[in-house]
């Protein structure tokens, strides 16, 4: 079975400073991997997606994912975190195959803060 | 959210009261979801569709049902037999679900409040 996870439920930095969000995952076939982030009672917005190739994806808003199989981890990253950056970061695996082809499965979500 | 509305914004059932929430896209999408976000757990599938006429169960199905008349709508009702029916819903459209590049892309979500 496809799942997710996020281990931090919170993640607070300091603006200008560089942030991260875990994601680790487990498939059984190819990971097809999914970031989005979530406003205070806004729908989702996808970020960034790894499919293949590069490990590195870059996406939306300046942010980053860094890919890696051997650790099973697909991390989102920025270089210099914005006040704005603060909200819920949804990581998510689509699934490949069966009965089940296209589904996404969802990590709980990390909420990031950013301070001023 | 462009292209994907959802309403209304807000919604207030009352105690054995069946409710639908709406969601239109003019992505010329062919499937479509439907999605229940709770805190702290993340999103939970509840239906899915990937072409007029035809939806599948996903995880949490019970207490909803749904219907895809046309390929731009798929509303989303919360019957009197859903207990616990407070939270976020959320609809969301891909063009397909068979590649794996498809991206599902999300509208702005109703919350349903129980009076």
């Known amino acids: 079975a496809q799942s997710v996870a996020q281990p931090e439920d919170q993640v607070n930095v300091a603006e200008g400073n560089p942030l991260t969000v875990k994601c680790t995952y487990s498939v059984s076939g190819n990971p097809y991997l999914f970031w989005y982030v979530q406003y205070p009672n806004r729908g989702l917005q996808f970020l960034l997606k790894y499919i293949t190739g590069d490990n590195l994806v870059k996406g939306s808003y300046g942010f980053e994912a860094e890919f890696n199989k051997s650790q099973t981890s697909f991390h989102l990253k920025k270089p210099s975190a914005l006040v704005s950056d603060s909200a819920l970061y949804f990581c998510?695996?689509?699934?490949?195959?069966?009965?089940?082809?296209?589904?996404?499965?969802f990590g709980r979500g990390t909420q990031l803060t950013v301070w001023p | 959210d462009g292209g994907i509305t959802q309403s209304p914004k807000y919604l207030f059932r009352k105690e054995g009261q069946n409710v639908t929430l709406s969601c239109e896209q003019n992505l010329n999408h062919d499937a479509m979801y439907w999605y229940r976000q709770d805190p702290g757990q993340g999103l939970r599938l509840i239906y899915y569709s990937q072409i007029v006429n035809d939806f599948q169960k996903g995880d949490i199905a019970e207490g909803y049902s749904v219907s895809r008349e046309k390929k731009e709508s798929f509303p989303l009702t919360v019957t009197s037999a859903q207990k616990n029916p407070t939270a976020f819903y959320l609809c969301a459209s891909s063009m397909g679900l068979a590649g794996p590049q498809e991206t599902q892309y999300f509208g702005p979500g109703t919350r349903l409040l129980v009076l």
């Open positions: 998510a695996v689509r699934d490949d195959r069966g009965s089940t082809l296209g589904r996404l499965y």
